[in-house]
């Protein structure tokens, strides 16, 4: 199952260029997975300062 990225979010950016898959971008207000291109790596979680990001 993807990651996702909750109301935790600050929008940081440090997941972002993490991704190897480029499946996250900026949305609104807060940084969003794309769940088809996500291979669940758990790469963006392990980053986030604010722990924002879990498996979906």
Same mark, same amino acid.
């Given at each position: 199952m993807a990651y996702v990225i909750s109301d935790a979010c600050v $929008?940081? =950016?440090?997941?972002?260029?993490?991704?190897?898959?480029?499946?996250? $971008?900026? =949305?609104?207000?807060?940084?969003?997975?794309?769940?088809d291109s996500c291979i669940d790596c758990g790469t963006c979680a392990s980053v986030c300062p604010t722990s924002a990001i879990n498996e979906g």
């Amino acid at each position: 199952m993807a990651y996702v990225i909750s109301d935790a979010c600050v $929008s940081c =950016g440090t997941c972002e260029p993490e991704c190897p898959v480029s499946a996250i $971008s900026q =949305g609104d207000g807060q940084y969003v997975i794309d769940a088809d291109s996500c291979i669940d790596c758990g790469t963006c979680a392990s980053v986030c300062p604010t722990s924002a990001i879990n498996e979906g």
